[in-house]
């Protein structure tokens, strides 16, 4: 009888692991693949100027991650009490913050690569992880991990983890600790972000 | 000897939980807090400017010399920890890398060995505990040397004096006036050097720099935890990130 209910228990595990998992990994990896490919080509190599490159990362930023749901994450239970003015404007500011703090940093991928290692499944639903590696010079080779979400057969970046790092939840711990400590709480966060969009 | 020493941070550790995600205790939070700010200090009016004038009078190429002799040095606490973690290739390796890289690579600055194919394969002490379930403890900011948890340090500690160029200071205190100091040194800024760049983006683009640099360090151990037996193989940061919860 217990054998017959330690059956049952795994088969409804591993259909649940499968629904799951439907993400399709093939189309996942040539997504992010296609994604960093255009990023080298298209700005890391390319001859523009440095206006039109900056303009070049904010449309490919703004196509390939899904800034809403990050954002969502990344102010986690405070998403739930904020007004939808206050949602508009942190998603509009965090937005603005990670494109300016992306585009100047993405030139040290000059001359690197990105190897692709595969995928694996999120315990996430409609979600993966692609997984690659960046060489490094006098170092250990840099693992890259993109997390992706399948929406309506269209591919999101919603996290990408550096060595490990969630950039999600690195944001995610460090806007709550803010919030917390903020006498203004959520508006004292804009306010701040604002202030560091606008730094030189 | 290692039992002695793993009871020891297993008494001065707390039962680990996933750390980046739990609060500090409200005391160990303020103690950090302060001493994150006092080391920033310091940072910003000694070790920053010492390690931008490093790479003004430094090429790349001689910072990658010098980066890859200081690795080399580390090679033999390398080799001892394959061996505590019971790894009797790894540790062979480990011992041709040093012994190849200290003669043929000129005392280290060139990395031979990983071309006749004996790649690097980092460990340490913290790493050695960790596998045997030593657990983490909580994040405590150590004055003037930075973010740590007692397993990491107690690892720092331990593979220090497995480190070659501190033996001599054992036996001949001039030695360790002259030689260990200035290595550390050296050390230090070539460290600071190679964060220069990254730091400055961080503090730029953060609102609360201590709890950005906490919550990345503790998730960078994350994989060490999950060496022990019983920890999950799922990764950290498969958190839970369905649009359903908000």
């Not at chain 1, 979400?149 to 709550?176: H, M, P």
């Not at chain 2, 990254?198 to 609102?207: A, F, T």
Request: glycine share 6%; with cysteine.
């Amino acid at each position: 009888m217990n054998k017959y209910i330690a059956f049952i228990f795994s088969a409804l595990f591993l259909f649940s692991q499968n629904a799951k998992a439907e993400v399709d990994a093939t189309a996942a990896e040539n997504f992010v693949k296609e994604t960093t490919q255009k990023g080298i080509v298209e700005i890391i190599n390319s001859n523009a100027s440095q206006a039109e490159r900056n303009a070049r990362f904010e449309k490919l930023f703004n196509s390939a991650l899904d800034l809403k749901f990050i954002g969502q994450f990344v102010l986690g239970r405070n998403w739930k009490t904020a007004s939808a003015e206050q949602r508009e404007k942190f998603i509009d500011i965090y937005r603005k913050l990670n494109v300016k703090t992306w585009s100047k940093r993405f030139d040290e991928f000059k001359g690197k690569e990105f190897i692709f290692k595969g995928t694996s499944p999120s315990s996430s639903a409609n979600q993966i992880f692609v997984n690659s590696i960046v060489p490094m010079e006098n170092a250990q080779p840099a693992s890259v991990v993109w997390r992706v979400k399948e929406i309506d057969g269209k591919f999101k970046i919603v996290d990408i983890i550096i060595e490990n790092v969630s950039l999600a939840i690195t944001a995610r711990n460090e806007y709550t600790a803010f919030i917390k400590k903020s006498p203004d709480g959520l508006n004292g966060l804009i306010a701040d972000l604002e202030k560091k969009v606008a730094q030189e | 000897m290692l039992k002695r020493l793993i009871a020891c941070v297993a008494v001065f550790s707390s039962v680990s939980l996933p750390a980046f995600a739990q609060e500090d205790d409200s005391w160990l939070e303020t103690y950090n807090r302060n001493m994150f700010d006092f080391n920033m200090t310091v940072d910003k009016y000694v070790m920053k400017p010492v390690a931008k004038g490093y790479r003004a009078v430094t090429t790349q190429s001689v910072r990658n010399r010098i980066t890859s002799a200081i690795d080399n040095t580390e090679e033999p606490a390398t080799a001892i920890n394959h061996l505590l973690q019971l790894q009797p290739k790894k540790n062979i390796k480990s011992i041709g890398r040093f012994l190849i890289n200290t003669t043929l690579g000129l005392g280290g600055m060139f990395d031979v060995a990983s071309g006749w194919g004996l790649t690097k394969e980092p460990t340490g002490f913290d790493e050695t505990l960790a596998k045997y379930c030593v657990p983490d403890g909580p994040f405590v900011v150590v004055p003037l040397l930075g973010l740590y948890t007692p397993r990491d340090f107690t690892g720092y500690i331990a593979d220090g004096f497995a480190n070659p160029v501190y033996w001599g200071a054992i036996n001949d205190k001039n030695y360790s006036a002259k030689i260990s100091y200035g290595f550390a040194a050296v050390k230090a800024i070539n460290s600071r050097e190679r964060s220069l760049d990254l730091i400055d983006d961080l503090q730029k683009s953060s609102v609360d720099f201590y709890s950005t640099a906490r919550s990345a360090y503790l998730q960078n151990r994350q994989k060490l935890n999950g060496l022990c037996g019983s920890a999950s193989s799922a990764p950290s940061y498969d958190f839970d990130f369905d649009e359903e919860d908000y």
